[in-house]
């Protein structure tokens, strides 16, 4: 069957789904879509050249969430083209965005809880279901890898106790936006949609790709325990699947009262008893963030509900343990830079300042963790390795990385929550723009007075009384800079001496 379906939970309850009733054993492949007439074509393309495995069918289930442009119609056409087994379902009165969509996905086999007709999925959808022996869930904006499926149906049926394997994720670098002819009429469009992009685009997406290795390396590095199935590209044991829906009592797969449904149904997995993986090589390209703005609201939503996820759980769980102890070391490196420009700035300010050789020693062995870490990102650039071993862009990404968290904490204690996936998506589409450029000015502003006033007050600055008064406090917190420095040099010396081994991000 190539057919393109449109299907709804009422064919699914009165059994007008297929037209048999014996069905062979399936990997079901759900997406959820909303506007993504720019996007699905490539992931449907990449559907279309999957290796499926022996003996196994491939159907695809996509839910159409709120599109107002031609997601329907591209879908259509694609499958004209790929000869694909899809099947669309229209969204009915969601309001819990893609975790919504996607429940109501997973509706179609195991039925509506909160049905007030008590309406069951007919026998022979459930015979259907039956047949499932995984589901694999993805994003509309994701192009697999041709072996990505194969490879992680093998990784999750080579052991019962395997409940969800993730893909690795490397982000799409956009094309040069000199490629684009300049009268070309969807020129702008490809431009806001990313495909194409400037300079300052490619090194946003190259410092994603860095993090998301550096992410993928640490799993694979702790027995490929998976932090996140995420959402992106993951495959999911039905039986695990049910048994977190019965377990916790969901409308499907997906719980929404955080903004990573995939964080959340990942433990749920692992409290149901299952092991979740990161898989060796399975690997999928995903989209990135191009602009600060667009990476700060995607960003504020990933950190919010992770942070969520560790005021629920506290330190019970291993992976929240880990949380806890990565915002630490986060907050330590903040201290650490904070405490340095301040203390070598009154030194320097009260012509009190003695170099310590010591300080050059984590500046070091960052800079080669940053050398190795870059080398083993997937499609990093020449520039992306220099910059990375100056230590200029992990500089810039950690303190945006800083002001992120911060914002997120604050953003705890306010009455008035806000809504990650709306200010994803308006950031995404060009509805909000950022506030950087007037950030930047001020503290620019802030410095030319703060040089102003060292100029006109510097014989003040340096008489005996103030250095005197000044010098107790400069050696004691030159002592706690020097603790927390060597504390950072070890855990850099770790991170490095794990890097050595033969994993790939």
Known sequence: MTDTHVVTYDDAVNNRLFTTGHFTSRIVVMIPAHNEEDSIADVLKS????????????????????????T??????????????????????????????????????????????????GKQQKSYAKSIVAFVGIDADVYLDKDCIRTLWSELSHNHKVGAVSANYTCLMPESVRHILRNDPNRERLVRKGKF????????????????????????????????????????RPEAAIEVRNDYKLNGLYDDKSDTEDLLLTQYIRA?????????????????????????????????????????????TKYSRRLWIQEAGLFINLIIRLFFVLLVGLSLLTDQFYWNWIWITPVI?????????????PNSRFLD?????????????????????INVWLSKIRINKQ?????????????????????????????????????????????????QALNPYLMQGFVLLTILTIFEFAVMLNQLWKLRGPYKA
């Open 419 to 467: 809504d990650g996936w709306e200010n994803q998506y308006r950031a995404e589409t060009g509805q909000t723009h950022s506030h950087a450029l007037m950030y930047f000015v001020l503290f620019f502003l802030f410095a030319a007075a703060a040089i102003y006033f060292v100029k006109v007050n510097y014989g003040l600055l340096t008489s005996p009384t103030i250095q």
């Open 365 to 377: 062995v960052a800079s080669l963790l940053n050398l190795v870490l870059t080398l083993k990102t």
């Open 47 to 70: 559907l279309s050249e999957q290796s499926v495995p022996k003996g196994l069918k491939m159907d695809i289930y996509i839910a159409l969430d709120h599109c107002t442009d031609n």
């Open 197 to 236: 992009g400037n300079a300052l685009n490619r090194w946003w997406v190259a410092q994603q790709n860095r993090e998301f290795a550096q992410w993928t390396m640490k799993q694979k590095y702790c027995g490929h325990f998976a932090e996140i199935a995420g959402g992106q590209c993951s495959i999911f």
């Open 272 to 316: 149901c008893g299952w092991v979740c993986l990161i898989s060796k090589s399975a690997r999928c390209y995903v989209d990135s963030m191009k602009t600060l703005h667009t990476y700060s609201s995607q960003r504020n939503k990933w950190v919010s509900g992770t942070t969520d996820y560790m005021l629920q759980d506290g330190l019970k």
């Open 72 to 121: 329907e119609k591209v879908v259509v056409r694609c499958n004209e083209d790929y000869h694909l087994s899809i099947y669309l379902l229209n969204t009915v009165k969601n309001r819990q965005r893609k975790v919504g969509a996607l429940n109501q996905l997973y509706q179609l086999f195991w039925g509506n809880p909160n049905d007030p007709d008590n309406k069951e999925v």
């Open 385 to 405: 390795v220099v910059l990375a071993t100056l230590l200029i862009s992990p500089e810039i990404y950690l303190w945006i990385t800083i002001s992120i968290h």
